[in-house]
């Protein structure tokens, strides 16, 4: 095997695995300056996890290289324990230590904004959800779609971009779908007939037409931009409630190998295909850590809600148990997917 193939294998594999650290940085680099900014002590500042490569320590905070390029932390002051000093995170009110743990979720989802601007902002075209054409013998467009069709919504969800196409195609279950379409100024509901197709075990209904582009402009790339990212972030959302409802199983969901899987998988194809990965990712990062789950940003902000609201403090060893056991739930299922994401890749 020649080096140059070596390479073409592991190149990928190294760009996924720096993009995930990167993610992780940015998030953790969400509460390091918001935490400088309101004046909160940082103990440490760690890019990876793991025995450390290198440290050096400025302004009373390290900033440490680690091996593992798999985490990440910002470990500031009386954020986990007591402490007496005037600057720890527990001694800060209510509004500065909320702006402190949203902060790292805003900046993954800030990220998540520019990769999907300059994804529109490189197209030769910016997507309508208008039907611009059929392939031949389409059983769509023998079953009602026609060309000029707007689509409004799929299978009952809202269409808005064309995001959410490829997102409702994904979800629907079954080859007749109804279709709420514009047509000549009016909206018209439609029951279409799809082509299905099997895709790792699954079946899925074919995509049988292809959506008109139109040229860009600064406004459309703006308005399309904004529009795709609050497609992506829908979803983050999708996934939970198919997961909650059983359309997925916790077997379908992935951790790091199998994201690592992905984005090396996309990096192969193309740049456009990697950076939509990445976006999704980074909203998905941004988005999840402010669910209300024990051991997630989300949880803090709940309990900090709460604490503005009643002016009462949840005891410290409480929310530490609440954290614990969370984290413990987490890192299993964590371990889970990942078991699970190492036996599809053998």
């Not at 800060?92 to 990220?111: C, E, H, Q, T, W």
Request: glycine share 8%; charged share 20%.
């Amino acid at each position: 095997m020649s080096i140059t193939s070596v390479w073409n294998s592991v190149y990928p594999v190294l760009i996924a695995i720096l993009f995930f650290e990167f993610i992780i940085v940015i998030h953790e680099g969400g509460h390091f300056i918001a935490a400088r900014l309101m004046k909160i002590k940082v103990n440490e500042f760690s890019i990876g996890m793991g025995p450390k490569i290198f440290q050096f320590k400025r302004n009373e905070t390290k900033y440490t290289l680690r091996l593992i390029l798999f985490g990440g932390y910002c470990a500031m002051e009386g954020e986990d324990s007591e402490s007496e000093d005037e600057n720890a995170f527990s001694k800060k009110k209510v509004l500065p230590r909320i702006f402190v743990v949203v902060s790292g979720a805003l900046m993954n989802l800030l990220l998540g904004f520019i990769i999907v601007l300059i994804i529109t902002a490189s197209s030769s075209l910016v997507g309508t959800t208008e039907i611009a054409m059929f392939e031949d013998n389409a059983v769509s467009q023998n079953s009602g779609l026609q060309k000029g069709d707007v689509i409004k919504s799929f299978d009952g969800m809202r269409i808005y971009t064309t995001n959410d196409v490829s997102t409702a195609f994904s979800r629907t279950v079954g080859n007749e779908v109804d279709v709420v379409v514009l047509r000549n100024g009016k909206e018209k509901k439609i029951n279409v007939r799809f082509d299905t197709e099997e895709f790792e075990g699954r079946q899925y209904i074919k995509m049988d037409f292809w959506l008109r582009g139109v040229d860009k402009t600064f406004s459309n790339v703006i308005i399309q931009s904004c529009k795709e990212f609050v497609s992506y972030g829908r979803m983050v959302f999708l996934s939970v409630h198919d997961l909650l409802v059983g359309r997925f199983g916790v077997s379908d969901m992935s951790g790091p190998v199998g994201t690592v899987s992905v984005v090396s998988d996309a990096v192969k194809t193309s740049m456009k295909s990697s950076l939509r990965i990445m976006a999704l990712l980074t909203i998905n990062v941004g988005l999840f850590n402010l669910f209300p789950v024990p051991a997630l940003d989300g949880w803090r902000l709940f309990v900090l809600l709460g604490e503005g609201i009643t002016k009462k403090k949840l005891p410290t060893k409480l929310e530490y148990m609440i954290n614990a056991v969370g984290l413990v739930l987490l890192l299993g299922l964590m371990c889970f997917v990942t078991f699970s994401d190492i036996t599809k890749l053998l």
